[in-house]
Each structure stands twice: as structure tokens, then as C-alpha cells.
């Protein structure tokens, strides 16, 4: 399937919008990682523990980042978050001094959480945040002051349905008792008791994770180890495939696209957790590939086309290549767009780098990677602009060498 057909664009000729707008990216991201003293990093590389709650209304940020630094030591963040499917939900994570700390900050937030927003009653379990073991276990003892049979088997499988039921119809956010009649196994008698035994908060707490610093800190080093690593093995790949000027452009345009696409999530305040370096390494492989399709083309363009000046064959052989890059990076472009917009704020780090990694990576190919061929031709042949790459140039004067 072609979209275009013989095309004749000057895309070299266009190639220093391009460049200076990568200059000023490039410099713009550098200098927002300079000025606030290096990334925003997650949990996942800071260390720390970090609890994802929703709450029933709109959350009183304030009153929750007061009532955490009371009793927390040390930073204490606390942000919402936003998009259609995270509406009332807040991320509420500190920093850890040493691995004691760890699960007593945990306990303390959920203590904090508990005393403000906690049941009426505060002498009741909270329905909303309670495990199906122990609520079995609470329900075992008044169900049967109230005459309610139910045998322990039924009583377990009950309380599993009540989690399933609330987690998936109300992410495990009840406001009123009523929300749980349509539970399978749930009778009126059950209900009211339920209702007698239980308390409900304003919130439940969704998820927490923990990470010592010391992880945080050797997770770091192997997320930049592991891409350092990608693009060196490109690189070798690419100069032993190719020739190692097409290596070099490559790699300097997948560099390219990693800089600006780390600069930008500092400049728009965001964090780098492992979702983001696993969309990283992604955007690697996926840039990478599509400057081997266009470098590829212009290598076998060389061959044919001998007496043809290198900007004219370079140019020729992205036009024959634009069909298949707009259908590729399109389509991908759209899939990552629909994860950005509704994959909701678990996968909002990840679709967001590979939708500017996407965009940075397919003009490099074409704007960073092509010109830096020219270019090096152009420096070695004196600027003429008829000079072929190296092993092309070989392999082209031993046969002149043989017919002679």
C-alpha cells in the first residue's frame, strides 16, 4: 500500500528548521536538568513509599499535605491526578532516610489517612478498605448474633464477592451500603448487618509501593546501563552491516531523540520511572529501525545510481520511503495518542514519551540521520558532492581496476 507515489520533496533542502528546532529542544531540556538539579525521578528510582488513593469527593489537598508532614519526616509530595479515568484520585509519597523508615512511613499514612477521613464511628472496620479474610472474619461473629445462616465456606466466598464487586463496579469505593445489594449470595438479612457492623470512609486506598533507597539508586544505574548498552550494540550492528558513518548517524539520531525526549519530561515536570526507560528503550529500537529502512534505501540507491550527486540520491531514496513512513509512524503515532489520552495515569508516563519519542524519531531519520551522510561526504570529497561511500567507492575502482 502506497499513500504517495514518486514524490519529489526536498526534505535536505528543509533540513535546518529541523536542526535548529533539535538545537533549541536539546539545549532547552538540558538547561531545565541543570537548573533543578538533575530529573524528577519515581519511586521506582528514588526510593520511597508511595500510596495511590481515591477519594469518594474532590480531595482536600492541603488538609492531606498538612496532616502527612506532621507526622512524616522528611519530603513529603502529595499531587493529583488528572485525566477522565483518575477523577478524585491522589498520590501521596515520601522519601526515605534509611530502610527502617520504610514501612513505618507506610503505616503512618495510612494511620493520617484513617483519623481524617477515616468512619463516623471510628470503633467500626472500614468496609472500604478492609481485606476479604478479615472481613469474613468480621462478619463471622455478628451475622450469627443476628440469626443470619451461613456456613463458613459461603461466608468466605461471600466476602470475595463483596471485594470483586466493589473493586470493579466502584474501584473499591463505596459511598453508601445500598451499592452492595446486587452482590451475588448478598440477602437483606446479610445487608443489615453489614450495615450494623461496618463503617464506610471518604477513601480507599487503591495501591502502595515501597522501594529502598539503596534498589532505587541500582535501578538507576542499570536504566541508563541498559540503554547505553542498546545503542552501542546498534552501533557495532549498523557499522559492520553498513559502513560505520551510517552507525554513527543512527546512533546520534536515536541519542537525539532520547535527549530531547528526557528534556522534555523535565521541562513539563514530569517523572522518569521504569515504565518511562522501558518506552525509552522502545523509542531506541523503534527510531532506530526506521533510519535503517531509509539508510538502506539510499545504500542500494548508491549502486544503481552512480553518477547521481549523494543530496540528490539521499533525497530520492526518503521520497521512495515516505509511504511506508507515514503508514508505520502514523499508525503507531495513533495507538500511543489512544494510550495517552485514555490508558489512564498508570500508563501516562509511557505513552507520553513514545508520543514526542515518536514524533522527535521519525524527522531525525529523515532531518538528523540523512544530512549527517552528506555531510561526511561532502567533508571527504572536498565538498564536491559526488562522493560515495567508502566501501561503494572500493568495490566500484577494483573493477575499473579489473576491466582494465
Excluded at 526534505?11 to 536539546?26: D, E, N, R, V, Y
Excluded at 540521520?369 to 561511500?389: E, H
Aim: with cysteine; charged share 20%.
Amino acid at each position: 500500500m502506497e499513500l504517495f507515489k514518486q514524490t519529489d520533496f526536498d526534505f535536505l533542502g528543509k533540513k535546518w528548521p529541523f536542526i535548529i528546532a533539535s538545537l533549541i529542544l536539546s539545549t532547552a531540556g538540558i538547561v531545565s536538568i541543570i537548573a533543578k538539579g538533575g530529573l524528577k525521578y519515581g519511586i521506582d528510582f528514588r526510593g520511597g513509599a508511595l500510596m495511590t488513593v481515591q477519594f469518594s469527593s474532590n480531595p482536600p489537598l492541603n488538609q492531606i499535605r498538612a496532616a502527612m508532614s506532621q507526622k512524616i519526616k522528611g519530603q513529603v509530595s502529595v499531587q493529583s491526578f488528572t485525566g477522565a479515568n483518575a477523577q478524585n484520585q491522589v498520590e501521596v509519597g515520601t522519601e526515605l532516610a534509611d530502610e527502617k523508615q520504610l514501612d513505618l512511613n507506610r503505616q503512618t499514612m495510612e494511620t493520617v489517612l484513617k483519623n481524617a477521613f477515616g468512619p463516623a464511628d471510628p470503633s467500626k472496620p472500614d468496609l472500604n478498605n478492609i481485606g476479604r479474610k478479615e472481613l469474613a472474619d468480621s462478619l463471622r461473629d455478628p451475622l450469627a448474633r443476628n440469626n443470619v445462616p451461613i456456613s463458613d465456606q459461603q461466608l468466605q466466598t461471600l466476602a470475595g464477592s463483596i471485594e470483586d464487586y466493589v473493586n470493579s463496579h466502584y474501584s473499591g469505593l463505596v459511598t453508601d451500603f445500598n451499592q452492595i445489594s446486587s452482590v451475588p449470595g448478598m440477602t437483606p438479612g446479610i445487608l443489615n448487618t453489614i450495615r450494623q457492623t461496618f463503617g464506610l470512609a471518604k477513601y480507599h486506598v487503591m495501591s502502595v509501593e515501597t522501594v529502598g533507597p539503596k534498589v532505587g539508586v541500582e535501578l538507576r544505574r542499570k536504566a541508563v546501563l541498559a540503554t547505553l548498552y542498546a545503542l552501542g550494540g546498534m552501533l557495532v550492528y549498523i557499522a559492520f552491516r553498513f559502513e560505520w558513518i551510517y552507525g554513527l548517524g543512527a546512533v546520534i539520531a536515536c541519542f537525539h531523540d532520547t535527549i530531547i525526549t528526557v528534556g522534555l519530561f523535565s521541562i513539563f515536570n514530569k517523572e522518569i520511572d521504569m515504565t518511562v526507560i522501558a518506552a525509552l528503550l522502545t523509542l531506541v529500537g523503534y527510531s532506530m529501525n526506521d533510519t535503517i529502512v531509509v539508510f538502506d534505501r539510499i545504500r542500494e540507491n548508491v549502486r544503481l545510481l552512480r553518477r547521481e550527486n549523494l543530496s540528490d540520491i539521499v533525497n530520492r531514496s526518503i521520497n521512495q520511503t515516505l509511504s511506508r513512513t507515514v503508514l508505520t509512524s502514523g499508525l503507531t503515532f495513533l495507538t500511543v495518542l489512544s494510550l495517552f489520552l485514555f490508558g489512564g495515569e498508570v500508563l501516562h508516563g509511557f505513552s507520553l514519551a513514545l508520543v514526542i519519542g515518536i514524533i522527535i524519531g521519525t524527522y531525525s531519520s529523515i532531518f538528523i540521520a540523512s544530512p549527517m551522510l552528506v555531510a561526511y561526504q561532502d567533508w571527504r570529497g572536498g565538498r564536491n558532492g559526488r562522493s560515495l561511500p567508502a566501501k561503494v567507492a572500493d568495490t566500484r575502482r577494483e573493477k575499473m581496476k579489473i576491466k582494465a
